[in-house]
Nanobody, 130 residues
Framework: QVQLVESGGGLVQPGGSLRLSCAASGFTLDYYAKGWFRQAPGKEREAISCMSSRDGSAYYADSVKGRFTISRDNAKNTVYLQMNSLKPEDTAVYYC???????????????????????WGQGTQVTVSS
C-alpha cells in the first residue's frame, strides 16, 4: 500500500527555519518523481518544489526559490523540505506527493512541478507568526 506521511510542521517566527519530512512506505520513493505542495486557507494549492527520480534534480517555484531546499535520504525512503527565512505568507498546510506514473528515463533528471500527482500525504501545518 502506497503511503506518505509528513511531519515537522509547527509554529515558527518570521525569519526562522523548519525541516519537513515525508516518509514513504509500500514502495521505493526514489524510483519516482515527487513534490512538495502547500495550501493556505482560502487559496488554491500551490506547487513549490519537486525532485526527479534518479539524479535528484530539484525544481522550485519562484515564491520559495533560494529559501527552500528539497532533499532525500534513500536509506530512509524519505524526502525533506528545508525551509529557511520563513515569512508569514508561507503559512499553509504542506503536503508531499508522488505518482507511480512518474518513473522511467523521462523522470531521471526532470520532475513535473505543475502536473497532477496521485498519491498524497495527510499534510502538516506550518504557521509563521510572531
Amino acid at each position: 500500500q502506497v503511503q506518505l506521511v509528513e511531519s515537522g510542521g509547527g509554529l515558527v517566527q518570521p525569519g526562522g527555519s523548519l525541516r519537513l519530512s515525508c516518509a514513504a512506505s509500500g514502495f521505493t520513493l526514489d524510483y519516482y518523481a515527487k513534490g512538495w505542495f502547500r495550501q493556505a486557507p482560502g487559496k488554491e494549492r500551490e506547487a513549490i518544489s519537486c525532485m526527479s527520480s534518479r539524479d535528484g534534480s530539484a525544481y522550485y517555484a519562484d515564491s520559495v526559490k533560494g529559501r527552500f531546499t528539497i532533499s532525500r535520504d534513500n536509506a530512509k525512503n524519505t524526502v525533506y523540505l528545508q525551509m529557511n527565512s520563513l515569512k508569514p505568507e508561507d503559512t499553509a498546510v504542506y503536503y508531499c506527493a508522488t505518482d507511480l506514473r512518474y518513473s522511467g528515463s523521462r523522470y531521471y533528471t526532470w520532475c513535473p512541478l505543475h502536473e497532477g500527482y496521485d498519491y498524497w500525504g495527510q499534510g502538516t501545518q506550518v504557521t509563521v507568526s510572531s
